[in-house]
């Protein structure tokens, strides 16, 4: 038996968990399905508190990062970004 | 004559990044798009860089060093000249670019079905989500458009795009990582479409898993001219005074600042509000009204008094 670590991105409409998913990622190193880009148009949570109740273990979140002067309104990159995993036994 | 577009076209241009024209090359000139590039079965194509190199060589599509006039690009009755000329291709560019734009690229993309993938041994994957070219600060834009010479059904994976993501300045393929989107869109349509998509908007290929290989003619086309009121040289727009803020009318008729203020369910709480400011600039330069406002959010944060 061996371990392998099943990856999920999660982007939300604001900084906190109980926020709605706009977007998402998923990366499965047990080698059991392939994801890729527009495989998907329903994310695969509601919301970030959604996956952890799925038993996904949170393992870093964005900062905040205060928006440099002068550049206050440029937009750019989705901001409120959450990586979950999932480890998984067996032969792989 | 050329037909311009109106002011709500340029209003879901300046807002959702981009325009679609369903079905609007006649068959005959698709035809003659397909049989100059010489369209055939996947079953004939044992290589993928071969077709591509022999269309190349032997169809009409010219080698364009970047910097041509588009008047000057495509020879005479091609079939590519021919969809230059149409008139509400033509008013579409002459709206958004000019009449004087000038090509930066032109590229023939074939995305090839899962029999070719199998065939070769090759691991068959989407396109991953990019803005194209780089980095690109700028106020002007260029328009990429595109051109769908047979029909796209949804299985055919058609060009996946991210509608109101446009003004996001980002680096190239920097938004890889978001492998879906809410909202994303993928375009599914009838031959003889056109697509125009600003330069900024996200978007890629998807997966082919039809039989047939699917087509799409690109091209970037860049100003030499300011973008302000080109689709209205009579200058007849007039900015909408503003409005009792958070009063709703049910009955109230849909105008052209509504359109600009649509959201999309991709966009997060607080970031969605600069986007709309960043809309309103963007139709502040388009308009050349330098003080017009929407629902007040750049008035409110332009009164200084210090």
Request: with cysteine; net charge negative.
């Amino acid at each position: 038996m061996t371990k392998r670590q099943k990856v999920l991105v999660l982007y939300l409409k604001f900084p906190s968990l109980e926020a709605e998913v706009i977007s998402w990622a998923t990366f499965d190193g047990t080698g059991k399905k392939l994801h890729m880009t527009g495989d998907s148009d329903e994310p695969p949570y509601p919301t970030g508190l959604d996956a952890l109740l799925d038993g996904w273990r949170l393992f870093q979140a964005s900062q905040a990062i205060p928006e440099h002067p002068g550049q206050e309104f440029r937009t750019s990159y989705l901001k409120h970004e959450f990586f979950f995993e999932k480890i998984e036994e067996g032969d792989f | 004559m050329v037909q311009l577009l109106s002011t709500e076209q340029m209003a879901e241009f300046a807002n959702s990044g981009c325009l679609f024209f369903d079905g609007l090359i006649d068959n005959e000139t698709n035809k003659e798009f397909l049989n100059d590039i010489g369209h055939t079965d996947i079953e004939n194509v044992d290589n993928m860089q071969k077709y591509f190199q022999n269309i190349k060589a032997s169809s009409s599509i010219p080698r364009i060093p970047a910097g041509t006039s588009l008047k000057n690009a495509y020879p005479h009755k091609s079939p590519l000249q021919k969809i230059f000329k149409n008139e509400v291709v033509a008013g579409a560019i002459n709206s958004l670019v000019g009449s004087e734009a000038v090509v930066d690229h032109q590229f023939l993309h074939l995305t090839f079905p899962t029999k070719y993938f199998k065939k070769t041994n090759q691991r068959q994957m989407s396109q991953v989500n990019h803005q194209d070219s780089t980095i690109d600060p700028r106020i002007t834009f260029d328009i990429q458009l595109f051109y769908f010479p047979t029909d796209v059904t949804k299985e055919m994976g058609g060009t996946r795009y991210h509608p109101g993501t446009h003004l996001r300045i980002v680096n190239e393929m920097g938004i890889a990582k978001y492998q879906n989107i809410k909202g994303q869109k993928n375009i599914v349509c009838k031959a003889g479409t056109i697509g125009i998509f600003h330069n900024g908007l996200w978007h890629g290929a998807g997966v082919n898993f039809s039989d047939e290989i699917r087509y799409m003619f690109k091209v970037r086309l860049q100003p030499t001219e300011k973008q302000e009121l080109l689709w209205d040289p009579e200058k007849k727009y007039k900015p909408l005074p503003n409005k009792a803020l958070y009063w709703t009318d049910e009955n109230q008729e849909k105008t052209v600042n509504d359109i600009l203020m649509k959201s999309y369910p991709w966009q997060e709480a607080d970031t969605n509000r600069l986007d709309k400011i960043n809309t309103i600039k963007f139709w502040r330069m388009l308009t050349g009204h330098k003080n017009l406002d929407i629902d007040y959010w750049l008035t409110r944060i332009e009164n200084e008094l210090y």
